[in-house]
């Protein structure tokens, strides 16, 4: 079967329609460049509009780049979006409360815990029991928010790193977060994309074994960032390309609405656990890294310094689930909690046998109360809140409304990387063309949070 | 027999859109959806007594003063500037509601634009950070079906507020707040998108998620899930937004 | 004389062999990663779980170069020409794995925004679910996939192959009729 057979499938062609008249346009079909090359120098084109597509190796997910380029300097810079839209916010309307989190868990899906986090916080604040959250449960959602930043940022270092060619920086930061990987799998049961933390607590405690597990891996990482920082900050290819590039100065940042390593890198210390902190976060000990050189190389320093405060805050969370010894980590009140406490069996998913056999055996009142809870779920009074958490990526908000129904009404959640991603205009317009991908980097989006 | 008109007493006389059951002297309610039956077949076949439930849905109404915390003297800052600036302050802003920890301000539509000037520019308030505007949208609350929420945070003084703005379905526009905090531009497309709420003097209102021909504003409550009926071995399940579900 | 009027028999047998062993052995993947599924698709081009031990690490940015397109992730609606796009773009022989449930089947997003698998858009040739797979699974889906590219008849034997595959489509039980297995 050829192209020319009626009926087989043939390539999508170049759309020409009648508002590209007058436009001249050109298809690349590979090995043909300088013959549009020379046809656009005779036409006397010089400013090309180049279309970074939602496929590329280098945009991070699938954002759209429109770029009209003279030369190689960026004259225009606009980003496009709405690739991975997947009606999240939507289709968390339809399911209950507790539901909620495996649907938010997938929007920013490099750091899934801090959604969970922002959601389940504006839940038990609807529900007002965020007092009554068991110590031991804040103390874990803690641990593993920190964790997760570890993560997101090895990840953002790594990609960056990769798309500026140095794969090793790619491969030393994605072993790194192995370590952190195998640790969620370990608490959680999954690597990625966790449901971990839910209304009132989260899902099951940590088992036996693992705070000791995780200060090995800390080890382990603290040895991986030292390869890091050895091939990234004394790297003067690095220094070259990213000192300098992507600039955006603190107003431009309060402008903006930017947040997260963006804005301290422009030298304000704004961080929402020190501004509006949640989870217990005002009784840690932590510091603020700040740049004050406002471009990619910053915020890579900033990263860096925000990985080792994060290990520092897993330590000091390590120290206090040691000190406290077990305890419940659901929320007390019977009609909120799920209903059984989890752990994970010899087959690797989540039960309770204790609870299975006391419900099916034992109490008729039980099954009904444990159904009830599941499929029903529980209300949550009328009212709306709005929740913000410090997001790897800076500050994720969530507007929540309930009409005091079973389901959340409206879930809005305001994602750092839709916001942040707005700069990417002003950081590469006037810049080289080799320079948008490390602007684009240094800001770190995630596709899923931006389209959800 | 009185000839003044009955006020409603029960849930299920209430409309939608009403305000107040004055008891007494006691804030008015903000009802924004009176919903009878609860779960499972309606119109015919219910045996299960849920068909007969009727529930009002109530937010959370007008405060009153004192507000608690700072959030009297924020509303009194933004009164005397207001007033200075020659906007009377009733006008802009139609309530103030505390819950839950929060403060909100519902804002008239013509004044926003001065409100939000007021709280980023005075040194008192410097509500420099703005969080992004979305919406919301409330069918049955006739005449106020569309609301836009921004939300507000002043890193100087460490204070978070939230603006809410309502507008009816068949005009549905706002003046655009771009001017004042340009962090909006995304925002307001996006809640274009969703909600068709049209922010007037954006510098370019398009479609931001959704392709650019989409028909229609996924995120209003009139517009369906959209699913596919999930097929199993031997059954068909129906989409999510079809199922019988607690309401 | 090529391939395609080669008589099957020992002759085609043997080229079958040689070509789906060159094929499978160094089976260039495009960079197609969408969402979740994309971070654990790069998770196994990593150190720790190497696909470079299948040839595999070269993820080719331009589909022109590329043999397989791993469907990563939730396709949306804006997303799905594109991915039709990049498909055609790609020279053959081309195969299609989509990766996780969302590319498989919708997964858990079964709403207005998102395409119900990506099998409406492109052929697919085995199908990972998971959300998102690990990468352990991702390298048994690969696996699976160099069986099927081992094996894939050329010539006469692919058309007869092809004809036999629709058929049996036709002529199968839709899922929603296999009634009775629960016994």
């Known amino acids: 079967m050829t192209s020319s057979t009626p009926g087989a499938p043939r390539s999508t062609g170049h759309i020409v329609d009648e508002d590209a008249t007058g436009i001249p346009s050109f298809e690349a079909a590979g090995g043909d460049w300088s013959e549009i090359a020379e046809e656009a120098a005779r036409l006397g084109e010089e400013r090309i509009v180049v279309n970074m597509g939602p496929q590329h190796p280098s945009t991070h997910g699938v954002l759209r780049l429109m770029l009209e380029i003279d030369g190689e300097t960026v004259t225009e810079a606009r980003a496009g979006i709405g690739y991975l839209h997947t009606g999240i916010e939507k289709n968390m309307e339809f399911r209950t409360w507790t539901q909620g989190v495996t649907f938010c868990t997938r929007m920013d899906y490099v750091a899934p815990i801090s959604s969970e986090a922002a959601y389940c916080l504006a839940v038990e604040k609807l529900l007002g029991i965020t007092d009554d959250v068991p110590e031991r449960a804040t103390v874990i959602r803690v641990l593993m928010l920190e964790l997760n930043r570890i993560a997101s940022h090895l990840v953002c270092l790594a990609s960056g790193g990769n798309e500026l060619g140095a794969t090793t920086i790619m491969t030393t930061g994605f072993t790194a977060r192995e370590e952190v990987l195998k640790i969620f799998e370990l608490i959680t049961g999954l690597r990625m994309n966790h449901a971990y933390i839910r209304p009132g607590g989260v899902a099951q405690d940590i088992p036996p074994g693992a705070l000791d597990t995780i200060r090995e891996s800390l080890v382990t990482i603290r040895h991986y960032m030292r390869q890091l920082e050895d091939l990234m900050l004394a790297n003067p290819i690095l220094q070259g390309r990213m000192k300098g590039v992507g600039y955006l100065n603190l107003s431009g940042c309060m402008a903006l609405g930017m947040t997260g390593p963006v804005l301290r890198s422009a030298g304000l210390p704004y961080d929402v656990r020190k501004s509006a902190p949640y989870c217990g976060y005002e009784t840690y000990d932590f510091e603020i890294p700040v740049a004050d050189t406002g471009d990619a190389w910053g915020r890579m320093v900033v990263r860096i310094e925000e990985i080792y405060q994060s290990m520092h805050l897993v330590e000091q969370t390590l120290d206090r689930l040691q000190a406290s010894g077990p305890g419940p980590v659901m929320v007390a009140d019977k009609k909120i909690a799920w209903p059984a406490q989890l752990a994970i069996g010899s087959d690797g998913m989540g039960n309770s046998l204790d609870h299975i056999r006391e419900i099916m055996g034992t109490s008729m009142e039980a099954l009904i109360h444990h159904f009830k809870l599941v499929t029903e779920g529980f209300r949550v009074p009328a009212g709306q809140v709005f929740q913000s958490v410090e997001a790897p990526r800076g500050e994720l908000g969530v507007h929540l409304v309930s009409d005091g129904g079973t389901k959340p009404y409206r879930a809005h959640f305001r994602d750092p990387s839709f916001n942040n991603l707005q700069a990417v205009s002003v950081m590469c317009e006037g810049g080289l063309l080799a320079d948008v991908v490390v602007a684009v980097a240094s800001l770190d989006p995630v596709l899923g949070g931006v389209d959800r | ?247 | 004389m090529g391939i395609e009027e080669a008589p099957s028999g020992f002759l085609l047998t043997t080229v079958e062999d040689l070509v789906g062993y060159f094929r499978k052995g160094s089976l260039w993947p495009v960079t197609f990663g969408l969402a979740c599924c994309a971070i654990e698709m790069m998770a196994t081009g990593a150190s720790r779980y190497d696909i470079s031990r299948f040839g595999m690490e070269v993820f080719r940015a331009s589909p022109r170069q590329a043999d397989l397109m791993i469907v990563a992730g939730r396709v949306s609606q804006k997303m799905a020409p594109v991915v039709r796009q990049v498909y055609d773009q790609m020279p053959e022989p081309k195969w299609v794995l989509s990766m996780g449930v969302c590319a498989s089947s919708g997964g858990m997003f079964n709403n207005y925004a998102i395409v119900q698998g990506v099998d409406h858009v492109v052929p697919v040739d085995i199908y990972l679910p998971g959300c998102p797979p690990r990468p352990e699974m991702l390298i048994n889906a690969i696996l699976a996939l160099h069986e099927q590219i081992q094996s894939t008849p050329l010539g006469v034997n692919r058309e007869e192959a092809a004809r036999a595959a629709e058929a049996a489509a036709l002529a199968a039980t839709p899922t929603s009729h296999m009634t009775g297995l629960l016994r």
């Open chain 2, 1 to 247: 027999m009185s000839d003044a008109p009955q006020e409603p007493t029960s849930g299920s006389e209430l409309e939608a859109g009403q305000d107040a059951v004055s008891a007494g002297g006691r804030p008015p309610l903000d009802v924004i959806d009176v919903r009878t039956g609860q779960f499972g077949a309606s119109g015919s076949g219910d045996t299960s007594g849920y068909g007969g439930l009727v529930t009002t849905v109530v937010l959370p109404g007008p405060t009153a003063r004192p507000y608690g915390g700072w959030f009297d003297e924020v509303v009194d800052i933004l009164a005397e500037v207001l007033e200075e600036s020659g906007t009377p302050f009733d006008a802009a802003v139609t309530s103030v509601v505390v819950d839950r920890g929060e403060l909100t301000l519902n804002v008239a539509r013509e004044h926003i634009l001065a409100v939000c000037r007021a709280l980023r520019d005075d040194q008192d308030l410097r509500f420099e950070l703005s969080l992004g505007v979305s919406g919301a949208h409330y069918p049955h609350d006739t005449g106020r079906e569309l609301h836009a929420v921004y939300h507000l945070v002043s890193v100087t003084h460490s204070h978070r507020l939230r603006l809410e703005v309502a507008v009816a379905d068949g005009d549905a526009h706002i003046p655009s707040t771009v001017a004042v905090y340009p962090t909006h531009d995304w925002h307001e497309r996006e809640t274009w998108d969703f909600f068709g709420i049209e922010f007037d003097g954006h510098p370019a209102l398009a479609r931001i998620e959704m392709p650019d021909d989409w028909p229609g504003h996924p995120q209003r409550k009139d517009y369906p899930l959209g699913g596919i009926p999930v097929e199993y071995k031997g059954a068909t399940v129906p989409p999510p937004d079809q199922r019988r579900s607690y309401r």
